[in-house]
Each structure stands twice: as C-alpha cells, then as structure tokens.
C-alpha cells in the first residue's frame, strides 16, 4: 500500500468505524491517543514493546496511536532513520493502530528535512515529532517547520515550564516558544506536547492562550484536578488533544475527571486528531 | 466500598484547589463512587506552626466523621509538637499522622523524627508519608522541596517496627527493597498506589506479587490529583474480589481499627 492508498483509506475506515473496538463506537467516536511512544530497538523485526502497548490501548478503549520512537538523544542522522525504520515495520504490522511521527533532530539540516520528506512518503506516518536538542524558535528548526507545512502535517513538540532551569534539558521547548513560533508560521500545525508531564501547567495553558493555531495534547503522568477543565476553559475543547505519552491510566483518568459535553469529549478524544489527519488526507 | 487513603482538605499556598471543603470534597466522592477518606490540611503543609491548621481540619469534618477520617499534621523540628500531636489525639480525635519531613526542615532518621514516631505508635495512630506533594517539574520559585525517595524511608522501615506506615504518593518501590519479596523488612509498611503503574511496567501487580494484597491501599491524592485515575487503575488491574476488597477497603479499615 502507498501512502495515498493508507490515507485515503485511514478516512474511508474511519467513517466505517473499523477502527473501533468497540461495537457501538461510531466515527465521532474514535479515541486516538496524539502523544505515545514505541520503545527503539537495533531492528526493524524486532516488535519490541508493541504489544505491550497494544494491551494497554484495549483495556483503556484507545482506537489509534500516533508513536514516535526516540533514539539516543541528541539523534543522529543514523540514529533517526534508524528510529523511523522501525517505527514504519511496526505500522506495517499494526497498520490499524500504530501511526507514526517521524522523529528528526532538526540540528542535522538537510539530513532532516530529507528524512521528513522520505517517511511521509511511507504508508503510516502522519507528522513529525521533535524533542529537545534545540528550541523551536532556534531558526536551526525553520527548514523543519517548513517543511512539515508543505506537506501538510503535525509537528508534535516536546515541552515543558519550569521555574527553575532544567538541567538535563537546556535547549527545552515551552508553551511560550511554540505560541511564538506560531506568529512566525501560523500555517504550521504545532502541537505543544504533554500538558501534565511539563512543569508548570497553568502557565503553559495561559502562554498558549492567543496562540490560536498551536494544539495541547493532554498526555504526561502530572493527574492534578482541573487541569483539563481549565485547558477547555481557556484554549477551548477545539485545541485539545486526547493523549497519554505511556501513563496510560493518568491519561484517561484525566479525560474521565474533565467536565465536558459529550461533544467537547468527541473532540478532544480524536475527533480533533482526525481533523488534523484529514488535512493530509485532502492534499492528496 | 472505597476508601481514599490519600485526600486533603483546605487551601494549598501554591495553586487553587477545587473540592477543597468537606462538602466540596463529599460531593466529589459521591460522584466518583468514593465512601470514606482519610484527610489532613492541605495548608499545614506550608505553615510554619500547623496546630491551627489541624484545629480547622477537626472542625471541618466534625460533622462527617462517618465518612472524613482526620489526620494531623505534626512538624517534630517545631516547639511544642509533643503537645501539638496530644491534643491531636485527645482533643481532636485525630486518627493518624502525616509526615512532611522535606517541607518540614527535618529528616527521617533525625531524633525528633523518631521520637514523634514512637509517640504516635503508643497512640496506635498510623503514619503516612507522602513521598511529595506536587509533581516537582512544577514546583514554585519560592520553594525548591525535593520528593523523598523509597530508599529514604527504608531506615525508618527497620528501625521502628511496631509503628504502621502508609507511604503515599510514591513510586519505584519495585527498585527498592521496599517493593521486593524476602526483603527482611518488617510488614508495617502499606503502599498507597495514586502514582504506580497499572499497565505494562505494572508496578501495582509486582507489589502485589512481592509484598501480598494485604500491603496495598487504595488513595487518589484528592483533590490535588483528579480521583479518576486511581479508579481507573482498579478497573484495569482484573483484580479478583478478595483483593480488589482488600486494597480497596479492608486493608486501610484494618489500619484504622
């Protein structure tokens, strides 16, 4: 299958509910978790902890997972593709659920930008993923950013607030950044990465406030009360993200716990993430 | 039936708390299937003298006793805490200690710990230690208080064997010997299970393997944390009745008794 073929049928299966687990489930109804990991491993053979994580989605209900599989940090050119060869052999043994991110370090350059175009030509991924070895408003990341514009795709960014420097993580990402960066690219689709597993929460939600076209994926083992009540309140259920980044029960938990209509929760479980998808879809 | 070993009541100095009163806290366990909890102040955590802290938690679950077992906060390094932790007991008719060594300028193995410790085992009352408060990437700048790590509690564990503990708001159990069979620890420990894993690392059912059901209890950390979470651990866990029954409720009525 080539990757027009997976995307056009990701819509054509998702308005068939063939992603479902559950019967009754109907398109509105499918959960996709926007923020999970697999485990990296020397060979693409390898299923690792694939079925581990597939369990864990059954006993939670979660239909898709948008994965990246993080290599030794900061990455290599070598040490990407390596990530993203095994993150297409797990799509490809799980097309159903497993959707990928192809994770680059922006500070290789052409390497980069090279490995988005090549993985977004494969069946199963759907956008790119970036961590911390720059800051997203380090113009090292534009031809990155600009690149995943032109086709289209999500760019899942790792970040976090604290008062405090982080030491391990120097060249960290925070809601600030990225809401800046959406004024030099409001085309892009940025999706600022786990609000319960980066620091200080409130700030990030009220960074993020006027920075219209930036995403908050709701994943990140941080299960403080109100958390996601007041990411509705304040970036609206439109810009929320349904995901668990591998604390699976704090995920759905926090969902669970959040006031939402029925309609909020729809979004936010995945109706969103397949809005973003289906923006790929459509450029075919 | 489901108690909350881990739940707090009042204002907390660093982020507004919902479901903060009694009633705030009765109704959300009601809608969270939620029948008793064990609750101490949430601001005592932060004050210097936490006597009147722990006066207002008594006065505030006067009235639902049947339901919100209190706990005092008692800071050993403070003046005075020998009569703080007696009126506690004899006054307030407290149930129980929380221990916040970190936030509270001492150490576990210092001797006005372990003192405390004593007092409060010849009250019968059991001790539980959160092993934080808030995630710490969030922590303000005006505080820098490091979680306590299992290892640290480790010492306390063998020194006083006749005290209970309930250790909550922890994990790693599993990489310590806390969390590990034929440990040659005493069993007067409990782990409370807001913040373990309950899928693949799995760390609920390693404990439960190493240490038995009967050392495990149930606690949310609300309404710091959402209750869901922990609910849906229980859900997810497959546990037959007998355990479910006693991580749930027999254990922490046990510790109460």
């Known amino acids: 299958m080539n990757r027009r073929e997976f995307l056009a049928g990701t819509v054509a299966l998702a308005a068939t509910s063939v992603f479902s687990l559950g019967a009754t489930k109907n398109k509105k109804d499918i959960v996709i978790d926007s923020h999970t990991h697999l485990s990296f491993r020397a060979s693409p053979a390898d299923e690792g902890d694939e079925r581990l994580v597939l369990d864990a989605a059954d006993k939670l209900g979660i239909d898709q997972l948008c994965c990246s599989i993080l290599p030794k940090r900061p990455a290599t050119v070598e040490g990407f593709q390596a990530a993203n060869r095994v993150m297409a052999a797990a799509h490809k043994r799980h097309p159903d659920r497993f959707l990928g991110y192809c994770f680059v370090n922006p500070g290789c350059g052409q390497a980069a930008v090279d490995e988005i175009r090549r993985c977004l030509d494969l069946p199963g991924f759907i956008g790119v993923k970036l961590y911390n070895e720059h800051r997203c408003t380090d113009p090292i990341v534009f031809p990155v950013i600009e690149q995943a514009i032109e086709l289209r795709v999500p760019i899942l960014h790792h970040a976090g607030h604290s008062h405090y420097p982080v030491k391990e993580q120097p060249n960290i990402s925070d809601g600030g950044r990225l809401a800046e960066l959406a004024k030099r690219y409001p085309e892009a689709r940025l999706i600022c990465a786990h609000i319960g597993g980066g620091g200080d929460w409130e700030w990030t939600i009220k960074a993020l406030r006027h920075a219209k076209t930036v995403y908050l994926d709701t994943s990140g083992s941080v299960i403080d009360e109100a958390m996601v009540d007041m990411a509705v309140k304040v970036l609206t259920a439109d810009r929320l993200l349904f995901g668990c980044d591998m604390s699976w029960t704090a995920g759905i938990g926090k969902i669970r716990a959040a006031k939402l209509s029925a309609e909020e929760r729809r979004k936010i479980l995945g109706g969103n993430m397949q809005r973003l998808l289906a923006q790929r879809a459509r450029q075919q | ?257």
């Open chain 2, 1 to 257: 039936m489901i108690i909350d070993t881990n739940a707090y009541l009042g204002p907390y100095a660093f982020r507004h708390l919902r479901h903060n009163t009694a009633d705030g806290l009765l109704r959300l366990m009601d809608a969270k299937g939620i029948d008793k909890a064990w609750v101490s102040s949430a601001a005592a955590i932060t004050h210097r003298n936490v006597q009147p802290a722990n006066e207002e938690l008594a006065e505030s679950v006067r009235r639902h006793r049947d339901r919100l077992v209190p706990l005092a906060v008692i800071n050993p390094f403070y003046a005075g805490w020998q009569d703080d932790l007696t009126a506690c007991k004899e006054q307030l008719d407290m149930k129980g200690l929380r221990l916040y060594p970190n936030w509270h300028n001492y150490k576990l193995a210092d001797k006005c710990c372990l003192d405390l410790i004593d007092a409060a085992t010849a009250l019968r009352m059991p001790i539980t230690i959160p092993l934080r408060v808030e995630d710490y990437r969030q922590r303000s700048w005006l505080v820098d208080v490091k979680d306590l790590s299992p290892a640290e509690i480790v010492p306390l564990i063998k020194a006083k064997p006749q005290a209970r503990f309930v250790l909550l708001n922890g994990l790693g159990y599993i990489a310590s010997p806390l969390g590990q069979k034929n440990n040659n620890l005493p069993a007067n420990y409990w782990i409370e299970i807001s913040r373990l894993s309950a899928l693949m690392t799995n760390e609920i059912g390693k404990l439960i393997k190493a240490l038995g059901p009967d050392r495990i209890v149930f606690g949310t950390g609300m309404p710091f944390n959402a209750p869901d979470p922990a609910l849906v651990k229980i859900e997810v866990l497959q546990l037959n009745r007998k355990d479910k029954d006693q991580i749930c409720e027999e254990n922490a009525a046990a510790l109460m008794s």
